[in-house]
């Protein structure tokens, strides 16, 4: 009776750990499996929403490419890599000579360097003869120049010649001033790397030199 009993158990025991075998070898090795892949098919889809942000914004960087070599093109002429003093010097008296400007005395000093911005300011010293308008024509012109230039000071007082009496009945002013323009060559002028000694030779355009021609 027992023995008849026992079968049915012994069998029944033999089938739960038929079962319990295939979940431990089958079952859960394919439920890792899963879990894996669907990790993987996570980091996936993560990956690509990565990069189609980054070819987004490619696409947008490339759309904004011109806008901002124009930009760096504008930049670069305004405060170009190298002082160019001979270029500055046309500049201003082609900015003269369009105001009715007479430049008697036109200085560029030596280039110094700002650590903080990386660029050397050059100073500019110019003296000048015309009427009040000329001179504020002129004024604007050095301010809208094709190179950045600020204008740090402006006197102006009757270019009388020896003759207060003919400055009055011309109107003409004498203009003194000085400006200011830059360069990105951080190795120009005092406080850099090379530091320069000097001003660039025949950088001074001497008293009684008249506009541009």
Known sequence: MLRGKRGPLIAGALVIVVIVLAVMFFVLPKMNQVSEANDELAAAQAQTGTLESQLIALGQAEAEAPEAEAVIRDVDQKIPPTADLSSILLLVKNAASQSGVTVTTLTPGVPVLDPATGLSTIPLALEGTGTYFSLAEFLYRLETLPRAAKVQSVQLSPDSGGDDAAAVTTGTLRLVSNVQLFTTDA???????????????????????????
């Open 187 to 213: 190795s120009a002028g005092p406080g850099s790397d090379p530091a320069a000694t000097s001003a660039e030779p025949g950088a001074t355009s001497p008293a009684g030199t008249g506009g541009a021609t």
